[in-house]
């Protein structure tokens, strides 16, 4: 379990890769009501001008959500309160996409810290990048 | 020079949803969609003895409540068609299956930014979401970007 006492800034969060396929893009799109073309199959993605199916921007923030509640652990002791997104480059399925973060900033009387967050595809380019905010029991 | 639109857009609330139930269902597969096996959220007899005392969805599973239907009329749109930038979530309570949750939304900022591809308007959407019981469980703000 994580207690804010061992938090220090700088401390580094990954990296991790994970692959998304693109059943998983689509049953994500699915499951959410957002089963636009663009995110459920590559010819309707290219009609909208894009290289093929993208992820919807919930996934991405459902993704590095997980990233920063992973860290976190199942023991609990800590809580993921806030997360901010911003989505620059298209995320593509069908690559394995690689997630990092760093702890920028800690409040020791909220016991929370804050941690930038992004997700790289294979050339290092950032796709989105976030700040995460976690809150510590103790 | 200042953005021109009708600024008591701003605060004013354009939508609350028909609630929407949460069953362990839909968490089931919103954690299958994106590999979640924490068992805080995916075992509901291990999810007993942790913090949450049972089964919780993951905080993300706040963004998958859908807007209303009309919910795009409400967006304020500037030069060429906007586009999804980015979301701010605050997750301030867990939601549980068996949960209700209605979505309350309303303008909560328009601004303009000025960067390397030219000028940009940002409209912000405040939804917060409650539960059954009238407590605040998130508030997503939604960050459409417009290219003017």
């Known amino acids: 379990m994580k207690n804010f006492s061992d938090i220090q800034i700088g401390n580094t969060i990954g990296p991790r890769e994970q692959f998304v396929s693109k059943d998983e893009c689509r049953a994500f799109a699915h499951s959410s009501g957002f089963a636009a073309p663009r995110f459920t199959d590559d010819e309707g993605a290219r009609k909208e001008g894009l290289p ?14 997980k990233f920063v509640t992973d860290w976190i652990g199942p023991e609990g002791g800590a809580q993921l309160v806030r997360i901010s997104t911003t989505y620059r480059v298209p995320v593509q399925p069908d690559h394995t996409l690689v997630f990092q973060g760093f702890v920028t900033h800690s409040v020791p009387e909220e016991r929370t810290a804050e941690i930038d967050v992004w997700i790289e595809n294979e050339e290092a380019e950032r796709l989105v990048t976030g700040t995460a905010t976690v809150r510590f029991d103790k | 020079m200042a953005l021109e639109f009708d600024q008591s857009l701003i605060g004013r609330v354009f939508e609350v949803t028909d609630p929407v139930s949460v069953t362990p269902e839909k968490i089931a597969r919103f954690c299958a969609a994106i590999g979640e096996t924490n068992p805080l959220y995916t075992d509901a007899e291990a999810a007993k003895k ?38 701010d979530a605050e997750f301030v309570a867990p939601i549980r299956p068996g949960d209700s949750i209605t979505l309350t939304s309303h303008v909560k900022e328009v601004y303009e930014k000025t960067g390397r591809t030219g000028s940009m308007v940002f409209v912000v959407i405040r939804s917060t979401l409650k539960n059954q019981r009238d407590e605040v469980v998130a508030h997503i703000d939604h960050r459409f970007m417009n290219r003017q």
Do not use: C, T, W
């Not at chain 2, 919780?56 to 919910?71: D, I, K, L, T």
């Open chain 1, 52 to 65: 093929g199916m993208i992820l919807p921007g919930n996934m991405s923030l459902g993704l590095l959500s």
């Open chain 2, 50 to 87: 942790g913090p949450y005392g049972g089964l919780v969805a993951p905080p993300s599973f706040a963004v998958m409540f859908r807007n209303g239907r009309n919910f795009f009329e409400h967006v304020p749109r500037f030069g060429r068609r906007g586009f999804d930038a980015g979301k």
